[in-house]
C-alpha cells in the first residue's frame, strides 16, 4: 500500500469509529435532525403581492428555507404612538401567522419611529408582545417620517418550526 491510501484508509476507520460513539452516546439523534432541517424547501416563497401599475412591487413576507422576513407594518390611520404601535404588532402577527410562524419565534425586529420622543410610549404597547424571550431589535428615528404618515412601522425576520 502507498502512503495516500494508507492515509485514506486510517480517515476511513477514524470516521466509522466516531460514527459508532457517536450512536452509542446518542447523538445519532442529531443527524436525523439535522436531515430533516435539510428537507426545508430551498425555494422562495412570498405571500401577499402588492403590486404598483399591475406590477409587483414588494411582498408582504417571503420564505426561504425556515426563515421569514415580514415586510414593514405601519399604521396609516389617525391616532396616537400607542394605537399605532399596537395596530403594527396585529398586523405582524397576522403576517407571521399566515407564514406559519408567530410572536414567539421572531428572531429580530427594526422599529422606525417618525418622532423619537415616542420611544417611551411605543416601548410600553410593544412589551410583552413577542413572549418571555423577545427577539433583538434595532430601533431608530426617521428622518422625514414613515411612508403613509404612520409613526412607526416595523418589520422583522423569524423561523418557521
Same mark, same amino acid.
Given at each position: 500500500?502507498?502512503?495516500?491510501? @494508507?492515509?485514506?484508509?486510517?480517515?476511513?476507520?477514524?470516521?466509522?469509529?466516531? /460514527?459508532?460513539? #457517536?450512536?452509542?452516546?446518542?447523538?445519532?439523534?442529531?443527524?436525523?435532525?439535522?436531515?430533516? %432541517?435539510?428537507?426545508?424547501?430551498?425555494?422562495?416563497? =412570498?405571500?401577499? @403581492?402588492? /403590486?404598483?401599475?399591475?406590477?409587483?412591487? !414588494?411582498?408582504?413576507? /417571503?420564505?426561504?428555507?425556515?426563515?421569514?422576513?415580514?415586510?414593514?407594518?405601519?399604521?396609516?390611520?389617525?391616532?396616537?404612538?400607542?394605537?399605532?404601535?399596537?395596530?403594527?404588532?396585529?398586523?405582524?402577527?397576522?403576517?407571521?401567522?399566515?407564514?406559519?410562524?408567530? #410572536?414567539?419565534?421572531?428572531?429580530?425586529?427594526? =422599529?422606525?419611529?417618525?418622532?423619537?420622543?415616542?420611544?417611551?410610549? #411605543?416601548?410600553?404597547?410593544?412589551?410583552?408582545? !413577542?413572549?418571555?424571550?423577545?427577539?433583538?431589535?434595532?430601533?431608530?428615528?426617521?428622518?422625514?417620517?414613515?411612508?403613509? %404618515?404612520?409613526? =412607526?412601522? #416595523?418589520?422583522?425576520?423569524?423561523? @418557521?418550526?
Amino acid at each position: 500500500m502507498n502512503e495516500m491510501n @494508507v492515509k485514506t484508509e486510517r480517515r476511513s476507520v477514524v470516521k466509522r469509529i466516531l /460514527t459508532s460513539l #457517536m450512536g452509542v452516546a446518542g447523538l445519532g439523534a442529531l443527524s436525523k435532525v439535522e436531515a430533516k %432541517d435539510r428537507e426545508v424547501s430551498q425555494e422562495k416563497q =412570498v405571500g401577499n @403581492v402588492t /403590486t404598483l401599475q399591475d406590477v409587483p412591487l !414588494f411582498s408582504g413576507h /417571503t420564505k426561504f428555507g425556515n426563515l421569514v422576513f415580514v415586510a414593514g407594518k405601519g399604521a396609516h390611520f389617525d391616532g396616537d404612538i400607542t394605537a399605532h404601535t399596537n395596530h403594527v404588532l396585529d398586523e405582524v402577527k397576522k403576517e407571521l401567522e399566515k407564514a406559519g410562524s408567530s #410572536m414567539e419565534q421572531v428572531l429580530k425586529v427594526n =422599529v422606525y419611529l417618525a418622532d423619537l420622543h415616542d420611544y417611551k410610549a #411605543m416601548n410600553e404597547a410593544y412589551k410583552g408582545k !413577542f413572549g418571555n424571550k423577545p427577539p433583538v431589535r434595532t430601533t431608530v428615528a426617521t428622518y422625514g417620517g414613515v411612508p403613509g %404618515d404612520s409613526l =412607526v412601522e #416595523m418589520d422583522c425576520i423569524a423561523y @418557521v418550526k
